[in-house]
């Protein structure tokens, strides 16, 4: 079984930025897929949202439209790691951000959906960007 534990929420004014950083406790692969990871973000009362994902050994990366130009997705494979900067944030961006993880040979095509298609998650760590 694989934990997820995200670190580096937390409250910031508009236009400020934070990294999220998510540890995985074992690194995971196989000989037919490659490990995914990415973020989802929850707000209240707002559909769960696909943020970023990294796949492929970094070769392949997805961002929600609403985030593209201020966030970037990144991995240390030696520390089983990903990393989310969040530049230039917005009061909607605020939400409850959970690291994911899965293995897969589509991992861009499962970040843009539901969520459903990733087996792994954090427990989630706020993020509240006020005006």
């Known amino acids: 079984q694989v934990q997820l534990v995200e670190s580096g929420g937390g409250s910031v004014q508009a236009g400020g930025s934070l990294q999220l950083s998510c540890v995985a406790s074992?690194?995971?692969?196989?000989?037919?897929?490659?490990?995914?990871m990415g973020w989802f973000r929850q707000a209240p009362g707002s559909e769960r949202e696909g943020v970023a994902a990294?796949?492929?050994?970094?070769?392949?990366?997805y961002y929600a439209d609403s985030v593209k130009g201020r966030f970037t997705i990144s991995q240390d494979n030696a520390k089983n790691a990903v990393y989310l900067q969040m530049n230039s944030l917005e009061p909607g961006d605020s939400a409850v951000y959970y690291c994911?993880?899965?293995?897969?040979?589509?991992?861009?095509?499962?970040?843009?959906?539901?969520?459903?298609?990733?087996?792994?998650w954090g427990q989630g760590t706020q993020v509240t960007v006020s005006s």
């Open positions: 994911v993880a899965t293995l897969t040979r589509a991992c861009t095509e499962i970040a843009a959906r539901d969520g459903t298609g990733f087996r792994y």
């Open positions: 990294i796949g492929d050994g970094g070769g392949s990366t």
């Open positions: 074992t690194y995971f692969t196989s000989t037919d897929y490659t490990a995914c």
